[in-house]
C-alpha cells in the first residue's frame, strides 16, 4: 500500500480597515455651538484639529460606533474660518477628513447713500447683522428708527434683518445739506456709514410789474434744486 500526503495551504485574506463618519462637512453660526458626528470603524482612531478654536471629545476611540462631538467657540472676527478635522489610523494608514466652517462678524446694508426730498418724506433701508448695532447721526434735522438692534430671547447669532426708517424735517434753504448715519459695534469694532443728502428748495423767484393790470407770463428756469413761485405784484 501506499500512504501519500499532500499539504494544502489556505490563506484568508483580512477584512480591509475602514473609517466612515456620517458628515463630512458641518457649518457653524458666529457665536459656535455644538455638533455630534458618528464614526464607524474596524479599528481603533484618533481625531486631530488644525484650529485651536475646535474642541474635539473625545480625541480617540475603539472599533465599532463611536460619537464625536464638536465643540466651536465665538467667532469675533469679519473672516470666514474654516478648520479640517481628521480621524486616522496611523497603523493602518487610513484616515477621513470632516471640514469645519464657521460664520463671521457680519453688518451690512445695501444702501450706501440716500437722497431725501425737500419735505423730508421717510424712506427705509435694510440693515443685516448678526450681531447687535446702534445707529447715530451727526445732524439734528435727521431722525431715524429704531436708534438701535434689541437682543432677542433664543437669539442663535444668525444673519437678521433690521428695517431702518429714516426721514427729515423739511429743508427751507436755497442749498442741500448733507448727513452721516453710523451703525456701529463698539465691542467687535465695525462699522458703517449711509450718507444721507437733502436738496434744498432752490432760488426763490419773484417776478413783479408797476403797470397796472398787465399781464405777466412767468418763466423760472430752475437750476437741479427748483424753485419755487412766490408772488406776482400789480
Known amino acids: 500500500s501506499y500512504n501519500i500526503n ?29 455638533a455630534d458626528i458618528k ?14 478654536w475646535v474642541i474635539l471629545s473625545p480625541n480617540s476611540g475603539n472599533s465599532g460606533t463611536s460619537t ?32 469645519v466652517l464657521q460664520d463671521p462678524i457680519y453688518l451690512d446694508t445695501g ?12 424712506t427705509t433701508t435694510i440693515i443685516d447683522s448678526n450681531i447687535p448695532w446702534e445707529a447715530n447721526f451727526n445732524a439734528d434735522w435727521v431722525e ?14 444668525s444673519v437678521r434683518q433690521t428695517e431702518l426708517n429714516i426721514s427729515a424735517s423739511p429743508n427751507t434753504n436755497s442749498y442741500e445739506r448733507t448727513a ?19 436738496k434744498g428748495i432752490g432760488n426763490n423767484v419773484i417776478l413783479y410789474t408797476t403797470t397796472d393790470n398787465e399781464k405777466i407770463d412767468i418763466i423760472v428756469w430752475a437750476d437741479e434744486y427748483g424753485a419755487n413761485y412766490i408772488s406776482n405784484t400789480y
Open 6 to 34: 499532500k499539504e494544502v495551504t489556505i490563506t484568508q485574506e483580512k477584512l480591509s480597515a475602514y473609517i466612515t463618519t456620517d458628515n463630512t462637512n458641518i457649518g457653524f453660526s458666529r457665536i459656535g455651538g455644538t
Open 39 to 52: 464614526i464607524s470603524s474596524s479599528v481603533s482612531w484618533e481625531a486631530n484639529c488644525d484650529a485651536d
Open 68 to 99: 464625536l462631538k464638536v465643540v466651536t467657540t465665538d467667532n469675533k472676527s469679519t473672516d470666514f474660518r474654516k478648520a479640517i478635522i481628521t480621524v486616522s489610523n496611523r497603523q493602518e494608514g487610513i484616515s477621513k477628513e470632516i471640514t
Open 111 to 122: 444702501t450706501v447713500t440716500i437722497t431725501l426730498p425737500i419735505d423730508g418724506s421717510m
Open 144 to 157: 431715524i428708527s429704531p436708534h438701535s438692534s434689541s437682543e432677542l430671547e433664543g437669539y442663535e447669532g
Open 180 to 198: 452721516i448715519i453710523t451703525i456701529s459695534n463698539s465691542i467687535f469694532d465695525v462699522s458703517l456709514t449711509i450718507d444721507i443728502t437733502q
